[in-house]
């Protein structure tokens, strides 16, 4: 694939390659525990069938990729897309111990990557669509695979911060050890940027979409003991990247996250409000 700085999503390349796709790789069974009930939900909503061909767009480790890979059967295929190195490392070391026959894993950029035209009867993603430069472009691109008519699509994507108390809260309390911050640019490739339902559906409609729902979604997170809860925070979402360009902040912000998380500790576990939007659309 393109590692060159002009490809259209060399930033993106360039984070999910260096610590980004580290961390998710490595904590990748932890990550699951958290979301996994999420993408079962939206996995239910695509409701993938025997003989199926479906492509899991920033599919990481491959979970969603291989509950995919057993819905559709061995009559059925998931093509498993992703530019993460380290996390399709995981995907593929899992797909052989595990002698599972119907899944490729593909290092590419979905934006741009040319699939077999029509040929595809599905197109799901869990939190791997909205880090495209350029979204109508790519899913513009992803459309010509699916089949004209029939071809479905299905994904999940987080609502707006400030209904995500899992992430707003921690961020909101680590701010006092880190310097003031702009305000992030809504639209800018990130785990929020499809967080504007409306902006979604015209992203779709202009890629040539029909059909377009976005479905609001809330969900508990089990965040883990208070340990593995803090050590979360510190690692993913808009916290962890800030934390990346201020490692002195790390040590305070942990002291900080273990009172402000110890308040949403039931039965030993931490927990927390999630909110997402479950897209789905059909090539028009
Ligand atoms: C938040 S992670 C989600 C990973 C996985 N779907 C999961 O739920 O565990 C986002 C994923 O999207 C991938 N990604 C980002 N931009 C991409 C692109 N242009 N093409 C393919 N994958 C991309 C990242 O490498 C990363 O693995």
Redesign the pocket.
């Known amino acids: 694939m393109d590692q060159s700085p002009t490809s259209p999503?060399a930033d993106?390349i360039t984070y999910?390659n260096a610590r980004a796709?580290n961390t998710?790789a490595s904590m990748q069974k932890r990550?699951d525990a958290q979301?996994g009930a999420i993408?079962l939900r939206a996995l239910d909503v695509l409701a993938p069938r025997a003989g199926e061909c479906v492509i899991d767009?920033?599919?990481?480790?491959g979970?969603?990729s291989f509950e995919i890979a057993r819905r559709v059967g061995p009559s059925g295929h998931v093509t498993a897309?992703?530019?993460?190195q380290p996390?399709l490392e995981v995907a593929r070391r899992d797909a052989e111990q595990n002698h599972v026959g119907n899944v490729s894993f593909l290092e590419a950029?979905?934006?741009t990557y040319s699939f077999e035209p029509a040929s595809y009867d599905a197109l799901f993603?869990?939190?791997?669509v909205m880090?495209?430069a350029d979204p109508v472009t790519a899913f513009k691109n992803l459309r010509a695979a699916l089949k004209p008519q029939s071809g479905r699509l299905a994904f999940v994507c987080w609502r707006p911060l400030k209904e995500n108390p899992w992430m707003a809260v921690p961020l909101k309390a680590a701010m006092q050890h880190l310097p003031p911050q702009e305000p992030a640019d809504p639209l800018a490739p990130g785990p929020y940027a499809f967080a504007d339902a409306e902006r979604v559906k015209r992203i779709l409609g202009q890629a040539g979409f029909g059909e377009i729902a976005a479905t609001a979604h809330d969900q508990q997170v089990e965040m883990g003991r208070l340990d593995q809860a803090v050590e979360h925070c510190t690692r993913f979402g808009p916290l962890g990247r800030l934390l990346l360009e201020h490692p002195d902040a790390v040590a305070p912000v942990m002291q900080t996250l273990h009172k402000t998380l110890a308040e949403h500790i039931s039965d030993g576990v931490v927990r927390m409000d999630s909110a997402v939007w479950i897209v789905t659309a059909r090539r028009a």
């Open positions: 999503n993106q999910w796709g998710w990550l979301i993408g767009i920033g599919c990481g480790c979970t969603t897309i992703d530019i993460s996390m950029d979905a934006q993603s869990r939190f791997g880090f495209f």
